[in-house]
Protein backbone atom coordinates (compact mmCIF):
# COMPACT_ATOMS: atom_id res chain seq x y z
CA UNK A 1 0.00 0.00 0.00
CA UNK A 2 1.25 2.88 -0.80
CA UNK A 3 -0.21 7.17 0.00
CA UNK A 4 -3.75 7.46 -0.62
CA UNK A 5 -4.33 4.25 -0.07
CA UNK A 6 -2.01 4.24 3.68
CA UNK A 7 -4.50 6.78 4.19
CA UNK A 8 -7.59 5.15 3.35
CA UNK A 9 -6.95 2.48 5.42
CA UNK A 10 -6.25 4.27 8.64
CA UNK A 11 -9.25 5.97 8.14
CA UNK A 12 -11.41 3.04 7.66
CA UNK A 13 -9.66 1.56 11.04
CA UNK A 14 -9.49 4.02 13.47
CA UNK A 15 -11.73 6.34 15.20
CA UNK A 16 -13.70 9.21 14.82
CA UNK A 17 -11.76 11.64 16.65
CA UNK A 18 -8.36 10.95 14.90
CA UNK A 19 -9.70 11.18 10.81
CA UNK A 20 -9.38 14.83 10.78
CA UNK A 21 -5.46 14.43 11.74
CA UNK A 22 -5.05 12.13 9.24
CA UNK A 23 -5.40 14.13 5.78
CA UNK A 24 -2.16 16.56 7.03
CA UNK A 25 0.07 13.46 7.58
CA UNK A 26 1.82 11.20 5.66
CA UNK A 27 2.88 7.21 6.74
CA UNK A 28 4.93 5.07 5.37
CA UNK A 29 4.91 0.95 6.34
CA UNK A 30 6.88 0.04 9.79
CA UNK A 31 9.42 -2.19 7.86
CA UNK A 32 10.93 -4.00 11.12
CA UNK A 33 10.28 -4.12 14.98
CA UNK A 34 13.06 -1.77 16.97
CA UNK A 35 14.40 -6.04 17.99
CA UNK A 36 15.25 -6.18 14.52
CA UNK A 37 12.25 -9.41 14.30
CA UNK A 38 9.87 -8.98 11.18
CA UNK A 39 6.33 -7.97 12.95
CA UNK A 40 3.43 -9.80 11.44
CA UNK A 41 -0.21 -9.06 11.21
CA UNK A 42 -1.57 -9.60 14.92
CA UNK A 43 -5.92 -9.80 14.90
CA UNK A 44 -8.84 -8.54 13.29
CA UNK A 45 -9.45 -6.79 16.59
CA UNK A 46 -6.35 -4.16 15.89
CA UNK A 47 -5.54 -3.92 12.16
CA UNK A 48 -3.16 -0.82 12.50
CA UNK A 49 -1.37 -2.62 14.99
CA UNK A 50 1.55 -5.98 14.28
CA UNK A 51 3.09 -8.22 16.36
CA UNK A 52 6.38 -9.19 16.46
CA UNK A 53 6.78 -12.37 16.94
CA UNK A 54 10.61 -12.32 18.37
CA UNK A 55 9.42 -9.90 21.55
CA UNK A 56 5.33 -9.55 21.48
CA UNK A 57 5.87 -5.34 21.15
CA UNK A 58 2.80 -4.14 18.93
CA UNK A 59 4.62 -1.68 16.52
CA UNK A 60 2.49 0.52 14.59
CA UNK A 61 1.15 -0.64 11.09
CA UNK A 62 1.93 2.66 9.28
CA UNK A 63 4.03 5.13 11.12
CA UNK A 64 3.18 8.84 10.51
CA UNK A 65 6.95 10.22 8.24
CA UNK A 66 9.63 11.91 10.32
CA UNK A 67 8.10 15.46 9.28
CA UNK A 68 4.48 14.65 9.87
CA UNK A 69 5.75 13.58 13.60
CA UNK A 70 7.50 17.08 13.57
CA UNK A 71 4.81 19.34 12.60
CA UNK A 72 2.38 17.19 14.88
CA UNK A 73 4.20 17.45 18.19
CA UNK A 74 4.85 21.12 17.18
CA UNK A 75 1.63 22.56 17.86
CA UNK A 76 -1.17 20.37 16.87
CA UNK A 77 -0.53 18.24 19.78
CA UNK A 78 -1.18 19.75 22.79
CA UNK A 79 -4.09 22.19 21.51
CA UNK A 80 -6.07 21.04 18.33
CA UNK A 81 -5.21 17.54 19.07
CA UNK A 82 -6.03 17.74 22.88
CA UNK A 83 -8.85 19.64 22.88
CA UNK A 84 -10.50 17.17 20.22
CA UNK A 85 -10.04 14.23 22.60
CA UNK A 86 -11.98 16.32 25.14
CA UNK A 87 -8.56 16.43 27.09
CA UNK A 88 -7.68 18.92 29.85
CA UNK A 89 -6.09 21.74 28.64
CA UNK A 90 -2.17 22.52 29.05
CA UNK A 91 -3.32 24.61 32.24
CA UNK A 92 -5.90 22.43 33.44
CA UNK A 93 -3.30 19.61 33.52
CA UNK A 94 -1.36 22.15 35.76
CA UNK A 95 -3.94 22.10 38.09
CA UNK A 96 -5.41 18.53 37.49
CA UNK A 97 -1.79 16.52 37.56
CA UNK A 98 -1.53 17.36 41.22
CA UNK A 99 -4.90 15.48 42.14
CA UNK A 100 -3.78 12.29 41.31
CA UNK A 101 -0.58 11.91 39.27
CA UNK A 102 2.00 14.15 40.54
CA UNK A 103 1.86 13.06 44.21
CA UNK A 104 2.39 9.56 43.26
CA UNK A 105 5.47 10.46 40.83
CA UNK A 106 7.21 12.87 43.28
CA UNK A 107 7.21 9.44 45.93
CA UNK A 108 8.90 6.95 43.23
CA UNK A 109 11.55 9.49 42.10
CA UNK A 110 12.78 10.44 46.24
CA UNK A 111 12.70 6.55 46.79
CA UNK A 112 15.29 6.59 43.49
CA UNK A 113 17.15 9.65 44.82
CA UNK A 114 16.22 12.10 47.31
CA UNK A 115 17.34 15.70 46.65
CA UNK A 116 19.25 17.31 46.22
CA UNK A 117 20.30 15.66 42.71
CA UNK A 118 20.17 16.56 39.23
CA UNK A 119 16.70 15.70 37.24
CA UNK A 120 15.88 15.81 33.65
CA UNK A 121 12.26 15.10 32.67
CA UNK A 122 11.62 14.18 28.63
CA UNK A 123 8.62 15.21 27.63
CA UNK A 124 7.79 17.22 30.17
CA UNK A 125 4.44 18.63 29.23
CA UNK A 126 2.20 21.24 31.51
CA UNK A 127 5.53 20.72 33.69
CA UNK A 128 3.83 20.22 36.79
CA UNK A 129 5.73 17.67 38.00
CA UNK A 130 9.11 19.45 37.01
CA UNK A 131 7.62 22.17 39.28
CA UNK A 132 7.16 20.06 42.54
CA UNK A 133 10.63 18.52 41.64
CA UNK A 134 12.25 21.81 42.08
CA UNK A 135 10.15 22.95 45.06
CA UNK A 136 11.20 19.93 46.81
CA UNK A 137 15.25 20.72 46.45
CA UNK A 138 16.04 18.89 43.05
CA UNK A 139 17.85 20.91 40.24
CA UNK A 140 15.71 20.31 37.09
CA UNK A 141 15.57 20.67 33.31
CA UNK A 142 12.86 19.81 30.76
CA UNK A 143 12.76 18.83 26.95
CA UNK A 144 9.58 19.38 25.37
CA UNK A 145 8.25 18.93 21.60
CA UNK A 146 6.82 22.12 21.54
CA UNK A 147 8.61 25.44 21.42
CA UNK A 148 5.57 27.14 22.68
CA UNK A 149 4.99 24.80 25.33
CA UNK A 150 8.73 25.02 26.78
CA UNK A 151 8.57 28.80 26.99
CA UNK A 152 5.72 28.37 28.56
CA UNK A 153 6.03 26.40 31.29
CA UNK A 154 9.81 27.64 31.48
CA UNK A 155 7.92 31.07 32.75
CA UNK A 156 5.61 29.54 34.59
CA UNK A 157 7.60 27.41 36.66
CA UNK A 158 11.07 29.18 36.60
CA UNK A 159 12.13 25.65 35.61
CA UNK A 160 14.43 25.89 32.63
CA UNK A 161 12.81 23.64 29.52
CA UNK A 162 14.76 23.21 26.57
CA UNK A 163 12.80 23.05 23.20
CA UNK A 164 13.28 18.79 21.37
CA UNK A 165 13.80 15.57 22.29
CA UNK A 166 17.12 15.56 24.53
CA UNK A 167 19.01 18.34 25.62
CA UNK A 168 22.23 19.43 23.61
CA UNK A 169 25.03 17.01 23.35
CA UNK A 170 27.21 19.02 25.75
CA UNK A 171 24.71 19.41 28.20
CA UNK A 172 25.73 17.38 31.89
CA UNK A 173 24.58 13.80 32.94
CA UNK A 174 21.87 13.46 35.00
CA UNK A 175 21.15 11.31 38.66
CA UNK A 176 17.41 11.04 37.21
CA UNK A 177 15.79 11.08 34.45
CA UNK A 178 12.07 10.95 33.80
CA UNK A 179 10.18 9.55 31.26
CA UNK A 180 6.23 9.71 31.70
CA UNK A 181 3.71 8.62 28.32
CA UNK A 182 6.91 9.22 26.24
CA UNK A 183 8.58 5.96 25.36
CA UNK A 184 5.62 5.02 23.29
CA UNK A 185 5.75 7.71 21.07
CA UNK A 186 9.72 7.67 19.99
CA UNK A 187 10.01 6.24 16.61
CA UNK A 188 13.78 4.99 17.29
CA UNK A 189 13.19 3.04 20.25
CA UNK A 190 16.69 1.84 20.34
CA UNK A 191 18.34 5.29 19.56
CA UNK A 192 16.01 6.65 22.50
CA UNK A 193 17.48 4.64 25.16
CA UNK A 194 20.73 4.76 24.13
CA UNK A 195 20.11 8.05 24.00
CA UNK A 196 18.81 8.21 27.99
CA UNK A 197 21.67 6.33 28.83
CA UNK A 198 24.75 8.70 27.77
CA UNK A 199 22.66 11.31 30.00
CA UNK A 200 22.39 8.94 32.97
CA UNK A 201 25.21 9.60 35.53
CA UNK A 202 26.67 5.81 36.95
CA UNK A 203 24.16 5.48 40.08
CA UNK A 204 21.68 7.59 38.23
CA UNK A 205 17.95 5.59 37.88
CA UNK A 206 14.95 6.73 35.68
CA UNK A 207 12.10 6.27 36.07
CA UNK A 208 9.24 4.87 33.10
CA UNK A 209 5.61 4.89 32.38
CA UNK A 210 4.16 3.39 29.51
CA UNK A 211 1.22 1.50 28.07
CA UNK A 212 2.27 -2.01 28.71
CA UNK A 213 -0.06 -4.99 27.87
CA UNK A 214 0.40 -8.39 27.79
CA UNK A 215 -2.01 -9.96 26.17
CA UNK A 216 -5.06 -9.45 24.19
CA UNK A 217 -7.72 -9.52 26.78
CA UNK A 218 -5.60 -6.46 28.50
CA UNK A 219 -5.23 -4.97 24.84
CA UNK A 220 -8.86 -4.50 23.91
CA UNK A 221 -9.82 -3.50 27.84
CA UNK A 222 -6.89 -0.53 27.00
CA UNK A 223 -7.82 -0.09 23.07
CA UNK A 224 -7.56 3.41 23.42
CA UNK A 225 -3.19 3.29 24.45
CA UNK A 226 -3.83 2.05 20.76
CA UNK A 227 -3.57 5.17 18.89
CA UNK A 228 -1.98 5.51 15.62
CA UNK A 229 -0.77 8.72 15.15
CA UNK A 230 1.22 9.21 18.02
CA UNK A 231 1.75 5.72 19.92
CA UNK A 232 4.01 3.73 18.07
CA UNK A 233 4.65 0.57 20.39
CA UNK A 234 3.19 -1.06 22.29
CA UNK A 235 5.19 -2.91 24.59
CA UNK A 236 4.51 -5.86 26.81
CA UNK A 237 6.61 -6.60 29.71
CA UNK A 238 9.10 -8.91 27.74
CA UNK A 239 9.52 -6.25 25.24
CA UNK A 240 9.85 -3.62 27.52
CA UNK A 241 12.90 -5.21 29.40
CA UNK A 242 14.47 -6.83 26.21
CA UNK A 243 14.51 -2.67 25.20
CA UNK A 244 16.55 -1.58 28.33
CA UNK A 245 18.67 -4.38 28.25
CA UNK A 246 19.65 -4.01 24.48
CA UNK A 247 21.37 -0.47 26.17
CA UNK A 248 22.62 -2.08 29.13
CA UNK A 249 20.13 -0.83 31.47
CA UNK A 250 17.97 -3.04 33.83
CA UNK A 251 14.51 -2.20 34.46
CA UNK A 252 12.15 -3.64 37.42
CA UNK A 253 8.57 -2.62 38.01
CA UNK A 254 8.26 -0.74 41.13
CA UNK A 255 3.97 0.28 40.68
CA UNK A 256 1.40 0.74 39.34
CA UNK A 257 -0.57 3.87 37.94
CA UNK A 258 -3.26 4.09 35.68
CA UNK A 259 -3.42 -0.02 35.24
CA UNK A 260 -0.09 0.30 33.49
CA UNK A 261 3.37 -0.63 35.67
CA UNK A 262 5.91 2.08 36.58
CA UNK A 263 9.68 1.07 36.20
CA UNK A 264 12.91 2.08 37.54
CA UNK A 265 15.65 1.65 35.37
CA UNK A 266 19.33 1.67 35.99
CA UNK A 267 22.87 0.88 34.25
CA UNK A 268 23.50 -3.20 34.57
ZN1 LIG B 1 10.42 -7.26 18.42
Known amino acids: MFGAQIKEFIIDNTTEGLRPFIGQMDFEP ?9 PEP ?4 FALYLRCPSCGCKPVRFRPTTESLQR ?15 CPTVEERFEGDMLDRVPLYLNWLRGLHPPPCKV ?18 YDCTGVEMDKNLAALVTNKTGVTVVHGSFPPGNDPIYDLIVIIDVLEHAPDQINFVQNVKS ?39 ESFSKLWLEAGLRSAKVGELF ?9 L
Not at 42 to 45: A, V
Not at 213 to 236: C, G, K, V, Y
Open 42 to 45: WTPE
Open 120 to 137: LEIGSGNGRLLFELKQAG
Open 30 to 38: AAKCWCGGQ
Open 199 to 237: RLSSSGKVLVHCPVLDTLEASIQFRHMFNPLSHLWIHTS
Open 72 to 86: FYSSTYWYEYQQVHK
Open 259 to 267: NMPVYAVNK
